[in-house]
């Protein structure tokens, strides 16, 4: 097992991490509190890119290397995964300005605890991605890395309004991002024992982040705007899922 790949490709899910939600709290810092169509375009667009990704990509190659049956135990495995977590740690990504600041900041806190749950999977994905293959570990980086942008917006966000300064709630959305470089670490470590733990990684990539279109980018999108801002984003970000797979 080489240590140096393995060492990279952590960096690298840690990067994706912190950039991710730190980036959403630098969106915040600026905009304080963006629009509804922005948010709801990116999510959607984020839906339909990691859609491509599971179909054309992680699932595909999950049951190439490994068969039908490991593929799909996977898939299963990592939906089921990503269910128990919502259960015992959800997170919300919606926010009322009729609440008090001291609920905001709760809220924020404990979103930005789920969200850093929820970014250990993500992290697994990129890992297994890397140890199938360079092009499909940095474009499953480059898509979680955009999708977590929202996650970091809603969290900085409630922090805002709840009263924290603006320089600590950059550093707790970064922070909330470290949890995906070990996610990235334990892919990379079991795709790269065999073949068949790395069509399960890969399968179970699949799973969390079909979960997670699901149950969160599509829902969110359009909760946060009833026009056809999250429709477009979804649609654009197929065509684009699809562009970047042809490559």
Do not use: W
Not at 125 to 151: D, F, K, M, R
């Amino acid at each position: 097992m080489d240590a140096e790949f393995i060492i990279r490709v952590s960096l690298i899910g840690l990067l994706a991490g912190v950039i991710g939600t730190g980036s959403g709290g630098l969106v915040t810092y600026f905009l304080r509190k963006p629009s509804s169509s922005f948010l709801s375009g990116i999510l959607g667009f984020s839906a339909g890119v990691m859609l491509v990704v599971v179909f054309m990509e992680l699932l595909p190659e999950a049951i190439e290397i490994g068969g039908f049956l490991c593929g799909v135990a996977g898939l299963l495995l990592g939906i089921v995964m990503l269910l128990l977590m919502d259960l015992y740690f959800p997170h919300h990504h919606h926010y009322s300005d009729e609440c008090h600041e001291s609920r905001f900041l709760k809220a924020g806190v404990l979103l930005g605890i789920g969200i850093a749950l929820h970014n250990i999977p993500e992290g697994l994905a990129i890992g297994a991605g890397y140890a199938s293959g360079e092009a499909l570990g940095l474009g499953l980086a480059v898509i979680i890395t955009v999708q977590n942008i929202p996650e970091g917006v809603a969290m900085a966000t409630a922090l805002c309004i709840g009263g924290l300064h603006n320089g600590r709630v950059l550093l707790a959305t970064a922070l909330a991002g470290l949890p995906m470089g070990l996610g990235a670490m334990g892919g990379a470590l079991l795709g790269s024992i065999s073949p068949f733990f790395l069509s399960l990684s890969l399968g179970f990539a699949a799973g969390a982040m079909l979960y997670i279109v699901g149950d969160e980018l599509i829902p969110d999108a359009h909760n946060l705007l009833s026009g056809h801002s999250a429709t477009l984003g979804l649609v654009v970000g197929v065509v684009v899922g699809i562009l970047l797979t042809a490559l």
